[in-house]
């Protein structure tokens, strides 16, 4: 069983800077890549950043430069540090995990969190 707790969402206003946090526990093996979704009332949930396992990162074009995704592997972890933020930015932030439970699984699985309301507002 595999659980991702996020944390760090609310209220924030334009240019102003929010964290969030994402830690996986239970049954993993070994947890592949690890990222950021966020679902906007009426609109498509869309990737925003995701860094893999050795580092490597990728931003959504609309949140370059202004997020900075990283992970903690030996606590499972992953943060988005989200700075000047825009009205735009308002979204259901979910996150996801790419993730082996066992030494013997091939493909990894996907597991999301229950998702965390980031809403930047004056």
């Known amino acids: 069983q595999v659980q991702l707790m996020e944390s760090g969402g609310g209220l924030v206003q334009p240019g102003g800077s929010l964290g969030l946090s994402c830690a996986a526990s239970?049954?993993?093996?070994?947890?592949?890549?690890m990222g950021w979704f966020r679902q906007a009332p009426g609109k498509q949930r869309e990737l925003v950043a995701q860094?893999?396992?050795?580092?490597?990162?990728n931003y959504v074009a609309s949140v370059k430069d202004r997020f900075t995704i990283s992970r903690d592997n030996a606590k499972n972890t992953v943060y988005l540090q989200m700075n000047s933020l825009k009205p735009e930015d308002t979204a259901v932030y979910y996150c996801?995990?790419?993730?082996?439970?066992?030494?013997?699984?091939?493909?990894?699985?996907?597991?999301w969190g229950q998702g965390t309301q980031v809403t930047v507002s004056s």
């Open positions: 860094i893999g396992s050795r580092g490597n990162t």
């Open positions: 239970g049954n993993i093996f070994r947890i592949n890549v």
């Open positions: 996801n995990a790419e993730l082996r439970t066992s030494w013997s699984q091939i493909v990894d699985q996907p597991y």
